[in-house]
């Protein structure tokens, strides 16, 4: 008589303890061949979690996307959109989400096949977009975002079943040592840390602000740190940086003059698709996390 | 018929509107011959406010004052002495004022000919030390020091009259970029930014926490950063960083797991010696400023 049991490989919210637990997915799916992406620049990918690649979007695709971006920030209507969350303590567009869908150039980029086309090589698969939003970190107050995986919670709050999603952060503003540019914990995608506490209801609302839950405690950041290193992604407007779902990132504040604006773009298998949440009582919105699994035709 | 007006050059907490005022001292007061730097140094501070110093304290002298930092850090009587600063939200000792008085390893810095000599080569004075603390940023948690210049505060609350200090931040754990480390605007000191509000009663009691007031405004900021730039200071334990006492410097937070400990001495010059506060209604304590202006003998 043989049992078959399906306990989740990555548990989280539903645990006693914080825990360093080893992933058990690939990171690259499949051969990898006959994408943009030089054998070199997969194996960067697999071994680091993450990919900085500088010129990939043109100078005259940015100007319409900034275009864009200015219209957005400068629109009231747009800071009342549930899809939208505004800075604490000021009344800026901080984030707003479900950037993909429309018809500007920021909606572009979810079929971009300069974005795409890699995804699919890294994922193995056929794409669609499971979330996106612009990221406008102002000037002088722009707030920290402290250290976290995205598979974390989009495992516990949206019910993505495997590691098998990518990110797209494209650099609208330089992004330098000093104005909050992505802090990443190489080769931290290894690992996943599964975290304690129970995932209250309509969490999202107060978590895309302040998280409280789905926090990596400090000694397994601290091992995570010993395993790898901390890498800042610095780049000009243009570069486009890839990182793996489960790599541990974050960013400190912004006291620069200097805005950083990035538009952000998740990318995850077909396969891969949602199904209800592993540790929370309802699956957030859509605008959060996708649930158009129909795959992104160039 | 002459009449002889003496009006504060630097007003600030005085006044309506923020301004950018021009510097009316030397940086490097005489000729600043006869001392432990270069002519190429003492220009190279006089142009840029600063001046980082690698390896000028040995292993032996950085291990000597280890071991009294975890002392105190660990001592819990040291936490509710009115000179010490405990973190937000934790019970960590952030800071220790007047640790310049008494006789361990971090008080000898005081009298240390490796920074006295440095200080009076560059103030053309004799000195004494006006404010000395610890500053312990702890990993993960460590909060941000928004952008001041301490002239600023010293002038308004403390009564220095002229800007003729200077500050050594000590090293005593790598500062990186990215655990928090001293950000200071390349050429700032050159120009005073003047800052409306007054000053309560008793602001020190919360100011060391959080400044709210001597914040100089985006646009004086913004400007500043267009003269000169932003730089990280970093290095190894062992460098010393000097700094003009009107320098615009900050801090971001700290999300590493690496620790950011400094100690901060600052050596006024004994002609310079604290009158009334400028802009407050009583001076702060002697523990915060020093009225003690005996000059250091080495």
Redesign the interface.
Known sequence: MSTVTSRDPYPTRTVAHADLLPRLDPVVWGDASGGPLDPELVASYEEHGFLVLPGLLPPTTLQRIDDDLSALAADDSVKSLPRAVIEPGSNELRSLFEVHLGDDAIAGLATDPRLIDIARQLLGDDVYVHQSRVNLKP??RGK?F??HSDFETWHAEDGMPRMRAVSCSVLLTPNL??N?PL?AIDRSHRWFVSCPGATPVDNYLSSLRRQDLGVPD?ES??EL?RRGR?T?CLGQPGTVVFFDCNLMH?S??N???FERHNVFMVFNAVSNSLVAPFAAPAPRPEFIAARDVRPIRV
Request: charged residues 15%.
């Open positions: 000037g002088f920290e402290y250290w040592a000093y909050g802090l400090d950041l601290r740190v901390i800042q974050g400190t504040g006291m620069s003059p």
